[in-house]
T-cell receptor
Framework: DADVTQTPRNRITKTGKRIMLECSQT?????MYWYRQDPGLGLRLIYY???????NKGEISDGYSVSRQAQAKFSLSLESAIPNQTALYFC?????????FGSGTRLTVV | AQSVTQLGSHVSVSEGALVLLRCNYS??????LFWYVQYPNQGLQLLLK??????LVKGINGFEAEFKKSETSFHLTKPSAHMSDAAEYFC????????????FGGGTRVLVKP
C-alpha cells in the first residue's frame, strides 16, 4: 500500500459544484499539506496542518477549505468549483526530512 | 520569505551527456534545499536534500547537487544521462522558521535524446 493515498485519482466536475478530495497516510507523520500543480508554476501550497488541531492557510487558500479528521486523514474541499481550479492536486506528509507525496488527483472543472 | 528560481523550463540532453539543472534560491536564513523528480502521471519523489551538513549531496539514480552559499545556488547534475531520466525536476527550499513548508520552483522538464 502507498504511504500517502489520494482519492479520487481523476475527477471532472461542473462549475459551482462542491467537491472533496481525500488524503490518507500511513507514515504516522503529524504534518500534512495540500498543494496544487499548474504547468510552469511548480507546486503552490494551499493549506497545511501540523497536527489535528492546527490548520494553516498557504499561499493560495482562497476558494478552498480543509478538514483534518485524524492524524492520518486530511481532506481538501472546493465549496463552489470554478474552471481556474482545474489542476493537479497533491497531498503530502512530512517529518523534518522532506515531503512524501501522494500520486495526485487530476481535477477538471467544466 | 523564501523563493526558488529554476533556469530553463525545458532542457534537452543526449543520452550519455551531462545533465545540469540550475536552481537559485532566496532566503534570509540558512535554508534546507531539495530536488524532487516527477515521472509522467506520478507524484513527486525526493532525489536529494541539503540540510546544512556536507555541501555536496549525493542522491538517488546517480544525481548530485552542490550547495553554494556565495552563489545562492543548488544546481543538480548527473554525469551521464539515461533515457529513464526523462521527467520533470523541481527544486524546493524550506526554512525552519516557516515550519519547514516547502516553496517550489517552476520545474524543469528534461528530454533525453537517443
Amino acid at each position: 500500500d502507498a504511504d500517502v493515498t489520494q482519492t479520487p485519482r481523476n475527477r471532472i466536475t461542473k462549475t459551482g459544484k462542491r467537491i472533496m478530495l481525500e488524503c490518507s497516510q500511513t507514515k504516522g507523520h503529524d504534518r500534512m499539506y495540500w498543494y496544487r500543480q499548474d504547468p510552469g508554476l511548480g507546486l503552490r501550497l494551499i493549506y497545511y496542518s501540523f497536527d489535528v488541531k492546527d490548520i494553516n492557510k498557504g499561499e493560495i487558500s482562497d476558494g478552498y477549505s480543509v478538514s483534518r479528521q485524524a492524524q492520518a486523514k486530511f481532506s481538501l474541499s472546493l465549496e463552489s468549483a470554478i474552471p481556474n481550479q482545474t489542476a493537479l492536486y497533491f497531498c503530502a506528509t512530512s517529518d523534518l526530512g522532506g515531503l512524501t507525496f501522494g500520486s495526485g488527483t487530476r481535477l477538471t472543472v467544466v | 520569505a523564501q523563493s526558488v528560481t529554476q533556469l530553463g523550463s525545458h532542457v534537452s540532453v543526449s543520452e550519455g551527456a551531462l545533465v545540469l539543472l540550475r536552481c537559485n534560491y532566496s532566503s534570509s536564513v540558512p535554508p534546507y534545499l531539495f530536488w524532487y523528480v516527477q515521472y509522467p502521471n506520478q507524484g513527486l519523489q525526493l532525489l536529494l536534500k541539503y540540510t546544512s551538513a556536507a555541501t555536496l549531496v549525493k542522491g538517488i539514480n546517480g544525481f548530485e547537487a552542490e550547495f553554494k552559499k556565495s552563489e545562492t545556488s543548488f544546481h543538480l547534475t548527473k554525469p551521464s544521462a539515461h533515457m529513464s531520466d526523462a521527467a520533470e525536476y523541481f527544486c524546493a527550499v524550506s526554512i525552519k522558521a516557516a515550519g519547514n513548508k516547502l516553496t517550489f520552483g517552476g520545474g524543469t522538464r528534461v528530454l533525453v535524446k537517443p
